[in-house]
C-alpha cells in the first residue's frame, strides 16, 4: 500500500518532514516571532519558500529577497513566494510580525538561480462545480512559471469549498507510461498540508489501488500526508473550507500526466475544469 506519513503539530517551532521512504519531498513548516531566524541548507532538494501568513526578508545564496509575504493567512489571497535551488543557503527573517513558511522541496541535480514569484505571477484555474460537489481553486506557485527554471518540483495551493471532492473523479501518478501522443502517466511522489476554516474543520485522505484493501484517514487542521502511489481523492466536512499546500517531485521529469480511474470515466464530462488542470500541470 502507499507509504503514507501523518503528522499533526500545534506548536509555535519549525517542524521538518523529511522521510527516508518519501526522500524525493521535503517539507519544512516554519513559525517565526517577530525578529527570528531560521536558517538552513538542502544538499538534495530545490525548495520554494511560501509565505503562509506574515511577512520575512529571506536570504539565497546572498541574495536578498526583502518584505516578502502580503496576507495575513493563507484565506488572505495568493502566496508570496521565493525559489530556492539545491544546495543553497537559506536565511529567513521575520519582520515585526509573528510569520508562518512553507518549504516544499524536491530532489533534483539541476541548479538554477533563485527567483522571487510574487501573486501577481501565481497562476489560478478552477476545477469542479457546487452542483457536482467537487468545487476547488488551484494555485500554481510553482507550475508553468518553473520551465527551465526549476527541476522537477511542483508547488500549489489548493482551496476547496465545504463539503467538497478534491483530487477527483480519483487519479493516481505512480507509474511512468508512455504513449504516442506523450506520457499517458508520470510518477510523482506527492505531500499534503491540510488546513481547515474554522480550524475544528476536518476531512478524509482516501487510498486505493486496483488490488488490495483501500485506506482511510481522518485529516484534521494541520496534519500533513505524503502519498507515493495509488488513487487518493480527499474530502472536506460540509461547513469547513479546505486549504491543501500541495508539493510534487517527478521521478523522471517535471511535467505531471494524472492516470484517471477509468471506473469513473463518466465524470470526466461531468466535472468542469479537469481539462484545465491537467495542462496546468504540465
Known sequence: MPDIIRRHDNGNRPILHHDARMASVHFNLVRLGPGEVFETRLPEHEAILAVLSGTVDITVDGEAFAAVGRRAD?????????????????????????????????????????????PEEVVMVEVGSPETHSRRRIFHILGQN??????????????????????????????????????????????????????????????????GEPQAWLTRDGDTFTVDRGYHPTVTSPGHRAYIFTVMAGKTERGLVQYFDPAHADLMDRIPGIQAMREKFR
Open 74 to 118: 493563507i484565506w488572505s489571497g495568493p502566496a508570496d513566494s521565493v525559489y530556492a535551488p539545491v544546495g543553497s543557503a537559506i536565511r529567513i527573517v521575520a519582520r515585526d510580525k509573528p510569520a508562518e513558511v512553507a518549504i516544499g522541496g524536491g530532489v533534483t541535480t539541476e541548479r538554477h538561480p533563485a527567483f522571487r514569484i510574487p
Open 146 to 211: 518553473g520551465q527551465g527554471r526549476a527541476g522537477r518540483l511542483l508547488v500549489s495551493e489548493l482551496y476547496a469549498d465545504d463539503g467538497s471532492w478534491n483530487g477527483y473523479p480519483p487519479h493516481k501518478h505512480d507509474t511512468d507510461v508512455p504513449g504516442q501522443d506523450g506520457p499517458r502517466e508520470t510518477a510523482h511522489d506527492e505531500l499534503y498540508h491540510f488546513r481547515y476554516d474554522p480550524p475544528s474543520g476536518f476531512g478524509a485522505q482516501l487510498i486505493y489501488e486496483d488490488s
